[in-house]
């Protein structure tokens, strides 16, 4: 899972966004959306190994950190920060490489990992909302009717569980700690959006905001004993490089350089894409049954992701 998807789509830089897809565009949006379907599964594998989550996380973006920074130093791009600036990439990392994967990996405890996967693609209509917010501006109608498409999919695929056990019953609380951790992931995109308007490079502040997102991790797991170790097991060490590398590194390399050849509005899609593919991999390795109203439901989610990004998309 990209952590950054939304803010990405604010770069000012975007080149022949309206060319045919070339064969090396299919398959950087190819690695994109697979490595992001995927990610959800394999926080799964990392739930109830006896690793904490917040342990969990020191692990994926400690080896993630390392891998950014080489990037940082190998592209020769900036490094030196103002003071100032570091307390923002610290604001960064608590919300988007900390908090916002934490409440997932709470959520995982309660539902099958595509379902996560679909409450994080509001990302796509809430960082829209928040924006108009902010900007005093009034959203144009396209946005607000897939807002509403979005909330009410994703109200229609949880309504069965909610209705069976209750307000009180596990479903809901994994839904309310993903809404928790995909509200967290998308004001740490304001974040990142008023640090590109100051200027300051993406990568560079990205490096900058996972070293400062696992300490945090690392604090929260002193601060309530978790205790440092390692799940010895295949599943786990496979689900962690995976994360590290794949989902977090190679991934955001991917979808950075399909943004610069696509656009943000075309390469946003790919919002719209993963919960498709999440969904579909829950479904082969963890049972997920569909109904009608999971079918009906996503297939509004999606449409209402389709609106705001066509709506948001200048």
């Not at 009180?168 to 740490?188: A, K």
Request: with cysteine; aromatic share 12%; net charge positive.
């Amino acid at each position: 899972m990209s952590t950054q998807t939304q803010t990405l789509a604010s770069s000012p830089k975007v080149l022949s966004v309206d060319r045919p897809f070339q064969p090396l565009d299919y398959g950087l949006y190819a690695i994109t959306v697979l490595s992001w379907s995927v990610s959800w599964f394999a926080i799964s594998l990392q739930v109830g190994t006896g690793v904490s989550p917040e342990v969990n996380l020191v692990w994926r973006f400690a080896i993630a950190t390392v891998l950014m920074f080489v990037w940082v130093i190998i592209s020769r791009r900036q490094l030196r920060f103002e003071l100032a600036d570091h307390l923002r990439f610290a604001l960064l990392g608590v919300l988007i490489f900390s908090s916002n994967f934490l409440f997932f990996y709470y959520g995982a405890l309660y539902m099958v990992s595509g379902l996560l996967s679909v409450v994080f693609s509001l990302a796509s209509v809430i960082n829209m909302l928040l924006g108009a917010i902010v900007m005093r501006e009034r959203p144009a109608p396209r946005i607000l009717a897939g807002g509403l498409l979005g909330f009410g999919g994703i109200a229609l695929m949880f309504s069965p569980e909610i209705a069976a056990h209750g307000l009180s019953g596990g479903t809901l609380t994994g839904l309310l700690l993903c809404v928790c951790g995909t509200l967290c992931f998308c004001f740490g995109n304001l974040v990142s959006a008023a640090n590109q308007r100051r200027g300051l490079p993406l990568i560079p502040t990205s490096a900058w905001g996972m070293l400062y997102g696992t300490l945090w991790a690392a604090f929260l797991a002193l601060l309530m004993g978790k205790p440092f170790i390692i799940a010895p097991t295949v599943p786990y060490i496979g689900s962690l490089v995976f994360l590290a590398v794949i989902s977090t590194v190679m991934a955001f390399a991917a979808y950075l350089t399909l943004l610069g050849r696509i656009g943000a509005a075309r390469a946003g899609y790919a919002t719209v894409m993963f919960p498709i593919f999440a969904l579909l991999v829950s479904t082969a390795l963890e049972g997920y049954v569909w109904t009608v109203y999971a079918i009906i439901g996503l297939v509004l989610v999606a449409l209402g992701n389709v609106l705001v990004i066509r709506g948001g998309k200048r």
